[in-house]
């Protein structure tokens, strides 16, 4: 009977024990699941909010795009005004003058003729402004190959009037037939955006009209094709440098400037074109006198198989 007492009692322990073990199983599942569903709700809030977050994020990225191509507009108009002004006063100094020789009676045939060919001459100069300005506007959607010592002299004729009404003086020192797979148009922005910045910085510094410089240098090494902008304006204060690249980062006056200009420059290039941007001052000689200016450099990959497949 003792045998068959320790049995049962030990019979009795182990249901016990089953059934304890089952509550708690059934109390651990059940906290499992609770637990499996909260986590499972909260993926879904937290998809639901990164989806917010990337639809805000790509929504401002678009708001950001299109002020930067405004103030590119707005920039280009600018030079448009001031490449237009002179041979419009060529052509109604022209007119005016043959409609005095005329009244007059003083109007010869050699005399007319000489003022229709510099109108006609001066007309075919507009007309080709506006095929400049023009191409400079065409969206781009698909990397190409380009000579980017077309899109550097491209870029100066279309920002000349704004250098030389003032007085900046431009040095080249390229190598010539440089090919680069990218957007042309974009690359060209950038160009212009950093030298209209160079043309804005002159205009603090008090540089009498013969020292003022722009030096645009293209080289390449083994892999990138390398593009440094130069100025003799007085570099980036330290204490701002590391922001310039941050939209909406500015030292302008608020009519002046958004602050998305460097930005998209460097969005264009880190980004689009797969290439590298940075500033810093820089210090070099100029007519017998050192200068300390800001630099630009541009790194973009040469022209290569392997990447003309890139579409964005």
């Not at 182990?14 to 651990?28: A, E, Q």
């Not at 990337?54 to 930067?68: D, G, R, Y």
Request: charged residues 25%; hydrophobic residues 40%; neutral net charge.
């Amino acid at each position: 009977w003792k045998f068959i007492a320790v049995f049962v009692i030990i019979g009795l322990v182990m249901l016990y024990r089953s059934i304890v073990l089952g509550r708690l199983n059934d109390k651990l599942e059940k906290k499992v699941d609770d637990k499996t569903k909260e986590l499972q709700e909260f993926n879904k809030n937290l998809e639901k909010r990164i989806e917010e977050i990337t639809f805000k994020l790509t929504q401002k990225q678009k708001i950001i795009t299109q002020q930067s191509k405004l103030v590119a507009m707005g920039e280009v108009i600018e030079n448009i005004a001031h490449q237009w002004r002179q041979p419009l006063s060529v052509i109604v100094g022209e007119t005016s003058g043959m409609k005095l020789q005329k009244s007059l009676e003083l109007l010869s045939d050699e005399a007319m003729n000489e003022s229709l060919d510099k109108i006609n001459h001066t007309a075919n100069y507009l007309s080709e402004t506006i095929d400049d300005f023009r191409n400079f506007f065409k969206s781009e959607n698909e990397m190409k190959e380009f000579n980017i010592n077309d899109v550097i002299a491209q870029s100066l004729i279309l920002m000349d009037s704004s250098l030389s009404s003032n007085f900046i003086a431009v040095q080249k020192d390229v190598v010539e037939d440089i090919h680069v797979y990218g957007f042309e148009n974009e690359l060209m922005q950038v160009l212009m955006n950093i030298i209209s910045n160079s043309k804005d910085a002159f205009s603090h510094q008090g540089l009498d009209i013969e020292d003022k410089v722009l030096r645009i240098t293209l080289k390449k090494t083994e892999k990138y094709a390398i593009i440094k902008i130069t100025d003799n304006a007085g570099g980036i204060p330290q204490n701002i440098i590391g922001k310039i690249f941050e939209p909406y980062f500015t030292t302008k006056h608020k009519s002046q400037g958004t602050g998305i200009g460097l930005y998209m420059s460097h969005q264009i290039i880190c980004d689009h074109m797969k290439g590298f941007m940075h500033a810093n001052n820089f210090k070099f000689k100029y007519k017998d006198r050192f200068y300390t200016g800001a630099q630009f450099t541009l790194k973009l990959r040469l022209h290569s198989q392997e990447n003309t497949n890139y579409i964005i």
